[in-house]
C-alpha cells in the first residue's frame, strides 16, 4: 500500500537520518506507543536505506521525541497551549530543542494521538513535504464497512474473498489484521463493522461474537473499534423471541441482554450498523413502527455501554402499481423523524439519493434534518465506477460531494462537509459526526485488485479526517508515497487520477444520466428494457428516454424530488437554463433537439460525452504507457492489462449506449460521428 517505505533520493534520506538518529518514548509503553515506535523504526529504516533507529531513553542531538504534555513537564508553554486545543485524538509535529538538545517532536494528548503523529510525520517524509504542524479529526467516527458476508463472500467485493477468515477465527488470527489496523490508522480510520449490511442472524451468537472480539484485540492498539451490523429480526429468527417488533417488552429485553453479553467480551464494542426496511430487509416497519422506534430500541440496549447505533436512511421499495421516485424516498421517510432520534443514533446517509452513481447530486436529505446527526456514507468499492478494472479515482467525487452548497443558510452554504462536522445540527450543540466507507478490501495481493484503488482507501479515509481536505493533494501524497517521490511518476500518476472519474461519468452516465448498468452486476451498460418484477430496478426507469426526448423530470411537472432541496438551490434547478450541465437529465426531461449552451443538440452533446470519455480512457493508457520502465515492472504490467480493459468498457459503453438511444430517437447520427459497429 502506501506504507512502503521505499528508500529515498540521497539528499532527502540525509535530513531524515539528522532527524531520526534515535527515537525517544517518553510517554508509557503501551500496545499503541509502541506501535508508533515499530513504525517509525520500519519507516525510518525504508527510506533511510539503513539501520531502524535505536530506541533510546535520554534526550540527544538529532532525537525523534514522542511525548504527551504529562510526560515533557518541559514543554514549553507555547506548545503545551496548542497541544491543549489538539483533542484526544490530534498531534503536533515540531522541529524544536528539548533539554537543550535539537529535536524533531511528535507530541499528543493521548497515545493514540501519538501514533497519528508518528504516521503523519511518516508521510510527510515520504512525500516529500513539510509535515503539518498541528492537526486534529474533524469528525469522530471515522468508519469503514465492510460488506462481507460470513462465508468470505463480499457484496460487491472486486479483490477476492473478505480477509476476514471467520473460520480461522476466533484462535488463528492472520497477520495481514495487523496490516489492515496499520494502513487504517496510517489515515485515521477509527473503526470497522465487520460485515454486510445485508446482515445474517448468526453473527451475534456468542461463537461469532468470540470471533469479532478476536479481530478487536488485533485492531484495539491502532485506535480501531470493532462494529457488527445487526440484522433487525435477529431474536425472531434466533428463536428466541416469537416477534421483533420494537415495543415488544421481550424483545427490547432481549437486546439488552444482547448488548451486555457483547460488552463483557468487546468492552470497547462500537456499536450496530443498521440496515432496515430496504430491499427486503426486515424492519420496525414491519410492525408499523417508525425507523425512529426501530433505532432507539437498539440504542437503549447499546446506550450504558457508551455504544451507538449508526441507522442507515437507504430506503426504497416501490408502491404496487404506483409510479414513485426512488430518489424521494429516504427524505419522505426520515425527514419527519427529525429530532425524534435517540442521542446515541446517527442517521446514516448514502451518497445519492438513488445509489451510488458515477455521480448524483448531493443527496436531499443533508441540511434537512438540522436535529439528527447526520453520516455520510461514501462507496469506496466501485460497484458503478467499473469495479476493479477501470480506474476512476473517487477522491475528486468525494469532495465534490462535500463541498456541495445546501444553500440551506441564509447566505452561502452550509457545505455538505460543514453539515456532517455537525457545525448546523443540534442548534449548534456539538453533535456525533462521522464518515463511513464501504471497504473495497479483500485478500488480492494488492489489497483492492487495482493498484489505483488504493488510492481511493486513502482518499477516504484522509477525508474523513478533514472533510474539507483537497482531492489533488491527496492524490500528491498517495503518489509520492505508492511510487515514489519521483515527479517523474507522480505528476503523470496525478494527472491520470484527476481526470478518471469524469472520464468514467463521460462513458457511462453522462449529463445527469444514472444507472444505466446492467441490473444485478452493475458492471457494463443495459439502457434497454429488462424483464424485471420491478420498474425501479430497470434502467429504463432512469433515464426515460423516448421519442420526445431524454431525463427523468424531477421539476414540479415530474415527481417535484426537486422540493427537497433548499428553496434557492430548488429553484435554481428548476430551469435547465440554470442547472449546471453535470445534473441536466437528472432534474428534466428535454427533447434531444434542445439547444445546449455548446452550440450542440443535447443529442449531439449526449454522443460528445461518450466520444470524450473514451478518448479520456485512451488518454489514461498512453499517460501509463509512457511510464514503462518508471514504473517497476510488475505494477506496470498489471495496471496497463486493466487499462486496456477499460477502454475495451469504455468502447461497449459508447457504442450500447449510443446505439440504443439512437433506436429510440430515431434521429442520424450527427456528421463526423463513428456509427456504433
Ligand atoms: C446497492 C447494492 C446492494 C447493497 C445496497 C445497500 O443497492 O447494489 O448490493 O446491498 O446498495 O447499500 O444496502
Request: charged share 20%.
Amino acid at each position: 500500500l502506501w506504507l512502503r517505505y521505499q528508500p529515498l533520493a540521497p539528499p532527502a534520506q540525509a535530513k531524515l537520518k539528522g532527524q531520526a538518529r534515535s527515537i525517544v518514548l517518553t510517554a508509557a509503553a503501551t500496545p499503541t506507543t509502541r506501535a508508533a515506535v515499530a513504525e517509525l523504526q520500519r519507516g525510518v529504516a525504508g527510506m533511510g536505506g539503513g539501520p531502524a533507529p535505536a530506541q533510546a531513553t535520554a534526550i540527544a542531538d538529532g532525537a525523534l521525541v514522542l511525548g504527551t504534555t504529562a510526560s515533557l513537564p518541559a514543554l514549553d508553554a507555547a506548545l503545551k497551549t496548542e497541544l491543549s486545543r489538539l483533542g484526544s485524538e490530534g498531534y503536533l509535529l515540531r522541529a524544536t530543542r528539548l533539554q537543550g538538545r535539537p529535536v524533531t517532536l511528535i507530541a499528543a494528548n493521548t497515545d493514540i494521538g501519538l501514533l497519528y503523529g508518528a504516521f503523519a510525520w511518516l508521510r510527510a517524509t515520504a512525500a516529500g513535504t513539510a509535515p503539518v504542524a498541528a492537526s486534529s479529526p474533524k469528525l469522530q467516527l471515522r468508519l469503514l464497512n465492510h460488506w462481507d458476508n460470513l462465508d468470505r463472500h463480499v457484496e460487491r467485493g472486486y479483490a477476492g474473498a473478505s480477509i476476514w477468515d471467520w473460520w480461522a477465527l476466533p484462535e488463528i488470527t492472520d497477520s495481514r489484521y495487523t496490516d489492515y489496523a496499520r494502513a487504517n490508522a496510517s489515515l485515521g480510520i477509527n473503526g470497522t463493522v465487520l460485515n454486510n449490511v445485508n446482515s445474517k442472524p448468526e453473527v451475534l451468537t456468542p461463537a461469532y461474537i468470540a470471533k469479532a472480539a478476536a479481530v478487536a484485540d488485533v485492531l484495539r492498539p491502532y485506535g480501531i473499534k470493532v462494529f457488527l451490523s445487526a440484522r433487525f429480526s435477529t431474536p425472531l429468527e434466533l428463536k428466541e423471541t416469537d416477534t421483533a417488533d420494537p415495543l415488544s417488552p421481550a424483545v427490547q429485553a432481549w437486546w439488552k441482554k444482547k448488548a451486555d453479553e457483547i460488552y463483557r467480551t468487546i468492552p470497547d464494542f462500537g456499536g450496530f450498523l443498521v440496515k432496515a426496511n430496504s430491499e427486503g430487509q426486515p424492519g420496525p416497519q414491519d410492525y408499523h413502527r417508525s425507523h425512529a422506534d426501530g433505532a432507539n430500541m437498539l440504542a437503549a440496549a447499546l446506550a450504558p455501554h457508551h455504544g451507538i447505533v449508526m441507522w442507515r436512511a437507504f430506503v426504497y421499495a416501490p408502491e404496487a402499481g404506483k409510479e414513485t421516485d426512488r430518489a424521494r424516498q429516504a427524505y419522505e421517510e426520515f425527514k419527519p423523524l427529525d429530532g425524534k432520534f435517540a442521542a446515541n443514533v446517527m442517521v446514516q446517509v448514502k451518497n445519492g439519493a438513488i445509489d451510488f452513481q458515477p455521480r448524483e447530486p448531493f443527496h436531499p436529505l443533508f441540511g434537512a434534518m438540522p436535529n439528527t446527526p447526520l453520516m455520510m456514507e461514501f462507496q469506496i468499492t466501485k460497484e458503478y465506477l467499473g469495479f476493479s478494472t477501470d480506474i476512476a479515482y473517487l477522491g475528486t467525487m468525494f469532495e465534490e460531494v462535500l463541498e456541495s452548497d445546501t444553500m440551506q443558510g441564509a447566505g452561502k452554504g452550509p457545505t455538505v462537509a460543514q453539515i456532517i462536522e455537525g457545525a448546523h445540527t443540534l442548534g449548534g450543540q456539538p453533535a456525533a459526526t462521522g464518515m463511513a466507507g464501504v471497504a473495497n478490501i479483500g485478500v488480492d495481493r494488492n489489497w483492492t485488485g487495482h493498484h489505483f484503488d488504493q488510492a481511493n482507501w486513502y482518499a477516504f479515509g484522509r477525508l474523513a479526517w478533514n472533510p474539507q481536505a483537497s482531492a489533488r493533494a491527496i492524490a500528491i501524497e498517495w503518489a509520492a508515497q505508492t511510487f515514489g517521490n519521483d515527479a517523474r511518476v507522480t505528476t503523470p500518476v496525478v494527472d491520470m487520477l484527476m481526470l478518471s472519474r469524469e472520464a468514467v461519468v463521460d462513458y457511462m452516465t453522462p449529463l445527469g444520466l444514472h444507472h444505466m448498468m446492467g441490473t444485478a452486476h452493475h458492471h457494463g451498460p443495459a439502457p434497454w428494457v429488462n424483464d424485471l418484477e420491478r420498474p425501479d430496478w430497470n434502467p429504463v426507469y432512469y433515464h426515460r428516454a423516448a421519442r420526445d426526448g431524454i431525463g427523468f423530470d424531477r421539476t414540479a411537472s415530474g415527481t417535484n424530488a426537486l422540493e427537497q432541496y433548499a428553496p434557492a438551490l430548488a429553484r435554481l434547478y428548476a430551469d435547465p437554463r440554470t442547472t449546471p450541465e453535470k445534473y441536466l437529465l437528472w432534474f428534466h426531461h428535454l427533447p434531444w433537439t434542445y439547444a445546449m449552451p455548446s452550440g450542440r443538440t443535447l443529442w449531439a452533446e449526449i454522443i460528445h460525452h461518450y466520444d470524450r470519455g473514451v478518448a479520456a480512457a485512451r488518454d489514461l493508457q498512453t499517460r501509463w504507457d509512457a511510464l514503462r520502465g518508471v514504473v517497476d515492472a510488475r505494477r506496470h504490467a498489471e495496471v496497463a492489462q486493466r487499462l486496456r480493459r477499460q477502454v475495451q468498457n469504455a468502447q461497449l459503453w459508447r457504442n450500447a449506449c449510443i446505439a440504443y438511444f439512437q433506436s429510440v430517437s430515431g434521429l442520424p447520427l450527427p456528421d463526423g460521428v463513428a456509427p456504433p459497429p
